[in-house]
């Protein structure tokens, strides 16, 4: 592992074996890069204050609680056989699940693990899709063996779902769904490759359809909207999620991302006749501290 930001200390380290002085968690890296520096800093200041209320002898009886940035540190610390607790972020839901269950196939998983998806909640792309049409919309999703859990929820909220793979076409899949006015693209690599993409925002667009990003790197190759979490937005969720652990000793579930913005590609919203409304632009939920 390159770097860990630990917990009695505000510099990038491996993780050690040594006594918790305080309080018991974590930061766990696979990089030292600018950006994932500046989500380690951000997290410790917000976890320190969680945790430093514990004497030294009660926090060294305490489960250590892990928090993975990024898909490879959370594949290492899931590999370990450990008395732990994990916390999952900036790392998808499809990716995230794979990595537990590979972990649980093999014996060594955590004794409990949950995450902050790094992808948008579907709901609120949803809501999104109708503050932009501005009336109930027909969405239309196609799935891979990765995102096939969210079919249930989905098709819930009324949208149709296909189920798709590597090797089905992905034109044939699109066409089945022209009569949509809203592609909700989720980050499945079965079905959203780098090849992929491209094909599917000009066949959406020849056929008058928006599509629901999932980044915003992807609202700027075409499609039309997408809400999309800024760092901190992700890091006080984690923070959240430490407290309540901290406080009463239940872990939450996974869950996708609660705090989120919104981007939109006015130049698609054109071509589309949508008018980008002040609703939309502030389309948003910001943590308690952002709020204006």
Known sequence: MASALAATSAHAAKPTQQPAEGFRFQILTADDSTVTRRIA???YKRLVPIFSPFRTELAQRRRMLYVAI?????????????????????????????????????????????????????TD??????????????????????????RPALEADKV??????????INRLLN??????????????????????RNILLSTYRHKQGVIGFSGDMVKAGALA???SEIEDIDAQVAEIASAYVAG?????????????????????????????????????????SQP
């Open 41 to 43: 800093e951000d997290l």
């Open 70 to 122: 990024g898909p490879a540190a959370l594949r290492e610390v899931a590999s370990r056989r450990c008395d732990c607790v994990v916390i999952s972020a900036f790392t998808s839901s499809q990716v995230y699940r794979a990595i537990m269950a590979q972990a649980a196939y093999g014996g060594a998983s955590p004794v409990a693990s949950t995450a902050v998806y790094a992808e948008p909640a579907p």
């Open 125 to 150: 792309q949803l809501r999104l899709a109708t503050l932009l049409y501005r009336r109930p919309v027909r969405v239309g999703a196609i799935l891979g063996a990765g995102t096939a859990f969210l």
């Open 160 to 169: 149709a779902v296909l189920e798709g793979g590597n090797d089905d076409d």
């Open 176 to 197: 089945q769904i022209a009569q949509t006015d809203v592609l909700l693209a989720l980050p499945d690599s079965a079905i959203y490759s780098t090849e992929s993409i």
């Open 226 to 228: 997408t809400t999309y």
């Open 249 to 289: 000793g239940e872990l939450a579930a996974p869950q996708f991302p609660r705090y989120f913005r919104t981007i939109v590609n006015e130049g698609v919203a054109r071509s589309l006749d949508l008018r980008v409304d002040k609703e939309v632009r502030s389309f948003a939920h910001l943590p308690p501290a």
